[in-house]
């Protein structure tokens, strides 16, 4: 793409100032990480609640931005860079993507639904491909934001998109329908997802029919629910050539009736009758949402005129897709971030963007990257673009896998080529793979999984799983509630609470929240090694620690008057100026603070003192989430009012004052003062449960059936035979126990496990490294996987059980269990 600015001020109803030139551009950013970020970047600064990309611009424009769409000029910024004044840099984007859309007139498939939408989309993509160049949404980048974002990635080139849209309430549709403009339509499984949005089934479909407003034709499974809505639909936008292309498995009206569907181990055959002829299929699935989402990929290929032949050529190579980047650890110290199944232009981009904000302290950025097929580019302008691509990225090595990559060996300055990957494979002992952060990104026919596998750590079965997705979503919620420039501390104490400390702090850093907590120095000084920048509040830091405080740049809360004095000492030994501190005032917790008695000495302490600088004020409630302690928590508010205030005018100061944890800020909106410590809600774990259904699920404990067998009845299993079986019995032993932090009172049949989508009931006592489970009801072997807690059974409904708060849960499991990362 290339885009004259001057001519988006009428597209985008936006003001302008800056250079009387024509000025162009080819790359549209909103991330102001994104190391892609250049002269010819039109960066929109979008304005979320609580993240202003305006903040932002200053920066940008020092590493060498220069357009702008915005919804104010910051101050510091006026006359330095070109300027694009809208009211909403949201909708100027989708402004921005329509108006661009419409600039070319090939087919486009737009597909929406409530599960199936990327699977579609990329069984779509791999089953046309050889016939068209094809632009796709990378990833689900399928929401308000990502929708234009995809679209903006067209080129002349193309003659084919395949476009995925995804809303979660009404009113969203209607602006993705603008962007997207498909010709196609599919609909996709239409679940109970994201139900919360909207208040029917039938509400939700007619809100999804709007992406087909102009479509030519609607492909659908056929249900009375769809039927209905659509009969509306149609009433209500006529068009004239609109088609309705239907499938059913017992519907016989449909344009394609599956009249035999059968499993044949892995595989499902089917049987259809399309035109009054009847038609095989092999689909290389046996779960019904695969073959559901199959047959929606079938009728695309009927629709676009395909014969049955290549039909069942194509389909039969179907292969599972990999929905998420994971990010893995790797042999010598590396990491490994998994993109072994796409390689093309816009998800390289994404990936470079993840492995950027994955990067470890004093780890070098690796790529191993084969062909890139359909970019809609010369192959020569192709590569000249990934070098370049590569280059911004600051990429250490870069290693090409494919005859096509090789030929271009020469763009690539710090780069080495392979002919194919068995060569690769030869030579891998002699790169050195160390303390390195890899990307591994390959087109689905090189197979790079094989190469993932040869530089992973081999790893024990039993896995934490966490989803920074969830993540960067309950820290979006809670930001939600925060008043305008209120900051944010997120406690990643006790290790991210028993979730991984120094990724998700990485992640943090990445949102740019204000500040981290911990509870011990140590926890701090891991992250500073780390690489982690954000200040450092430690809670509970002991006097012999307060020297590598200094060293490492942690801040220190301090709670009493021997603690200032022997910090103030060593502070002074090193002739500190200003050096940050935490007053922590005990307004009711009575765990660690200054009572109101010793306030006066804190003050004379800190009387005119250069040496430390109180940069926060704080306090802790001792119950925030109990409805029958609200007056004690005011209690312990206004106290906090009238203590810090004192401190404050005393010292003549101005810190950030601070006292709601988690349940503080659902409950106590007024007492957000400056800032706020989040702490269990980014967890996903609310201590409300009407909060709850608001977060989503972070951790995931799994492990694997190490061994499965049958018992007669009159058998016991495990230590002091505590379960005798009644009837025949089927045991299946897991690999994970007490010492992994399974508390044994969740043995005896009082808790269970998941295999299977069904509850297998743990029987006997916990062992210490593994437990046992009936599975008698459950059709399930060696090696299959096994759920401990997620979303069933979550950390809150075992907390209960077993008479603790989800905390301890949480941060029992010991770290022996491998956490696993991904989005
Ligand atoms: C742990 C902690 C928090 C966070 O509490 P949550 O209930 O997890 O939100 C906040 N402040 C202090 C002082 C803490 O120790």
């Known amino acids: 793409m290339s885009i004259n600015l001057k001519s988006l001020i009428p597209v985008l109803h936006a003001e302008w100032t800056g250079s009387d030139n024509d000025i162009f551009v080819d790359h549209i950013s909103i991330d102001s990480r994104s190391l892609q970020n250049g002269s010819e970047t039109l960066f929109i600064a979008l304005s979320g609640v609580n993240n202003d990309a305006h903040l932002y611009i200053h920066e940008l424009i020092a590493a060498g931005v220069q357009n702008f769409v915005v919804q104010y000029i910051p101050e510091s910024c006026i006359g330095k860079a070109n300027f694009?004044?809208?009211?909403?840099?949201?909708?100027?984007?989708?402004?921005?993507?329509?108006?661009?859309?419409?600039?070319?007139?090939?087919?486009?498939?737009?597909?929406?639904?409530?599960?199936?939408?990327?699977?579609?989309?990329?069984?779509?993509?791999?089953?046309?491909?050889?016939?068209?160049?094809?632009?796709?949404?990378?990833?689900?980048?399928?929401?308000?934001?990502?929708?234009?974002?995809?679209?903006?990635?067209?080129?002349?080139?193309?003659?084919?998109?395949?476009?995925?849209?995804?809303?979660?309430?009404?009113?969203?549709?209607?602006?993705?329908?603008?962007?997207?403009?498909?010709?196609?339509?599919?609909?996709?499984?239409?679940?109970?997802?994201?139900?919360?949005?909207?208040?029917?089934?039938?509400?939700?479909?007619?809100?999804?029919?709007?992406?087909?407003?102009?479509?030519?034709?609607?492909?659908?499974?056929?249900?009375?629910?769809?039927?209905?809505?659509?009969?509306?639909?149609?009433?209500?936008?006529?068009?004239?050539?609109?088609?309705?292309?239907?499938?059913?498995?017992?519907?016989?009206?449909?344009?394609?009736?599956?009249?035999?569907?059968?499993?044949?181990?892995?595989?499902?055959?089917?049987?259809?009758?399309?035109?009054?002829?009847?038609?095989?299929?092999?689909?290389?699935?046996?779960?019904?949402?695969?073959?559901?989402?199959?047959?929606?990929?079938?009728?695309?290929?009927?629709?676009?005129?395909?014969d049955s032949e290549t039909i069942q050529n194509r389909v039969q190579n179907l292969y599972p897709v990999q929905m998420r980047l994971e990010v893995k650890n790797g042999i010598n110290n590396c990491s490994i971030i998994d993109d072994s199944y796409s390689s093309d232009f816009e998800s390289l981009k994404i990936a470079l963007d993840f492995l950027e904000s994955q990067q470890k302290k004093n780890a070098s950025k690796t790529i191993i990257l084969s062909d890139i097929v359909q970019s809609g580019f010369s192959n020569e302008e192709l590569y000249s673009k990934v070098a370049q691509l590569i280059a911004d990225n600051k990429i250490n090595r870069v290693i090409g896998i494919g005859t096509t990559i090789s030929a271009f060996a020469a763009k690539f300055s710090n780069g080495i080529t392979f002919q194919n990957k068995a060569e690769f494979i030869a030579q891998i002992e002699h790169l050195n793979f160390e303390n390195e952060t890899i990307l591994i990104k390959g087109a689905r026919s090189f197979q790079f999984e094989e190469i993932v596998s040869l530089l992973e750590e081999k790893t024990h079965e039993t896995i934490l799983e966490i989803n920074l997705n969830s993540i960067s979503h309950n820290l979006n919620y809670y930001k939600s509630k925060l008043a305008s420039k209120v900051k944010l501390m997120v406690m990643v104490k006790a290790f991210g609470y028993g979730n991984g400390g120094l990724e998700i702090a990485k992640l943090l850093e990445h949102h740019k929240v204000d500040y981290l907590g911990v509870a011990f120095a140590d926890e701090g000084i891991s992250l500073k090694n780390g690489g982690i920048k954000l200040p450092i509040m430690v809670l509970n830091p002991e006097s012999t620690s307060f020297p590598s405080i200094i060293q490492y740049n942690l801040e220190p809360e301090i709670y009493s008057v021997k603690g200032l004095k022997a910090f103030l000492k060593i502070a002074r030994e090193k002739d500190?100026?200003?050096?940050?501190?935490?007053?922590?005032?005990?307004?009711?917790?009575?765990?660690?603070?200054?009572?109101?008695?010793?306030?006066?000495?804190?003050?004379?302490?800190?009387?005119?003192?250069?040496?430390?600088?109180?940069?926060?004020?704080?306090?802790?409630?001792?119950?925030?989430?109990?409805?029958?302690?609200?007056?004690?928590?005011?209690?312990?508010?206004?106290?906090?009012?009238?203590?810090?205030?004192?401190?404050?005018?005393?010292?003549?100061?101005?810190?950030?004052?601070?006292?709601?944890?988690?349940?503080?800020?659902?409950?106590?909106?007024?007492?957000?003062?400056?800032?706020?410590?989040?702490?269990?809600?980014?967890?996903?774990?609310?201590?409300?449960?009407?909060?709850?259904?608001?977060?989503?699920?972070?951790?995931?404990?799994?492990?694997?059936?190490?061994?499965?067998?049958?018992?007669?009845?009159?058998?016991?299993?495990?230590?002091?035979?505590?379960?005798?079986?009644?009837?025949?019995?089927?045991?299946?032993?897991?690999?994970?126990?007490?010492?992994?932090?399974?508390?044994?009172?969740?043995?005896?049949?009082?808790?269970?496990?998941?295999?299977?989508?069904?509850?297998?009931?743990?029987?006997?006592?916990?062992?210490?490294d593994m437990l046992m489970v009936d599975v008698?009801?459950?059709?399930?072997?060696?090696?299959?996987?096994?759920?401990?807690?997620?979303?069933?059974?979550?950390?809150?409904?075992?907390?209960?059980?077993?008479?603790?708060?989800?905390?301890?849960?949480?941060t029992s499991i010991s770290q022996r269990v491998k956490r696993v990362f991904f989005r």
């Open 776 to 810: 008698s009801h459950i059709d399930c072997k060696e090696g299959d996987s096994v759920i401990i807690f997620g979303e069933t059974p979550t950390v809150i409904e075992m907390a209960i059980a077993l008479k603790t708060i989800p905390y301890e849960i949480m």
């Open 576 to 768: 500190l100026k200003d050096f940050p501190i935490h007053i922590k005032l005990d307004t009711g917790m009575h765990r660690l603070g200054f009572e109101e008695n010793t306030l006066g000495e804190l003050i004379e302490t800190l009387k005119g003192n250069t040496t430390v600088k109180v940069k926060s004020v704080l306090s802790h409630l001792a119950t925030s989430d109990e409805v029958k302690h609200y007056d004690f928590v005011i209690s312990q508010i206004n106290l906090f009012e009238e203590l810090s205030s004192r401190l404050i005018s005393a010292l003549n100061i101005n810190p950030i004052r601070h006292i709601l944890n988690t349940s503080g800020i659902s409950n106590f909106p007024d007492a957000q003062y400056n800032m706020v410590r989040l702490g269990i809600g980014l967890y996903g774990v609310s201590n409300d449960p009407a909060e709850q259904k608001y977060l989503e699920n972070v951790g995931t404990l799994k492990s694997i059936i190490s061994q499965v067998r049958t018992i007669p009845v009159g058998d016991s299993v495990g230590y002091g035979r505590r379960f005798m079986a009644e009837k025949e019995t089927k045991i299946a032993t897991i690999p994970i126990g007490y010492a992994d932090g399974i508390s044994r009172l969740w043995g005896n049949l009082v808790g269970y496990v998941v295999i299977k989508n069904q509850k297998a009931p743990i029987v006997g006592n916990v062992c210490m």
């Open 84 to 306: 694009l004044l809208v009211k909403n840099t949201l909708d100027a984007l989708q402004e921005l993507a329509a108006y661009y859309r419409n600039l070319f007139y090939f087919p486009i498939i737009g597909l929406t639904g409530s599960n199936g939408k990327t699977i579609v989309k990329e069984w779509l993509n791999f089953l046309l491909s050889p016939d068209y160049n094809i632009i796709r949404s990378p990833k689900s980048y399928n929401s308000q934001v990502g929708v234009p974002l995809s679209v903006i990635a067209i080129n002349e080139k193309h003659n084919l998109g395949i476009f995925e849209a995804g809303i979660s309430t009404v009113n969203e549709m209607i602006k993705l329908e603008k962007i997207i403009k498909p010709t196609i339509g599919v609909l996709t499984n239409i679940g109970s997802a994201h139900d919360e949005g909207f208040e029917s089934p039938e509400q939700k479909i007619n809100e999804k029919l709007l992406l087909f407003k102009e479509s030519e034709v609607i492909i659908y499974q056929k249900n009375i629910l769809v039927d209905q809505s659509l009969n509306l639909f149609c009433a209500q936008y006529p068009l004239k050539n609109r088609n309705l292309f239907s499938w059913s498995f017992t519907d016989t009206s449909a344009n394609v009736f599956i009249l035999k569907k059968e499993n044949k181990g892995e595989l499902t055959h089917i049987q259809y009758q399309y035109k009054g002829a009847v038609f095989s299929l092999e689909i290389p699935f046996s779960d019904s949402a695969s073959v559901e989402n199959a047959i929606s990929s079938l009728l695309v290929l009927l629709y676009l005129n395909y």
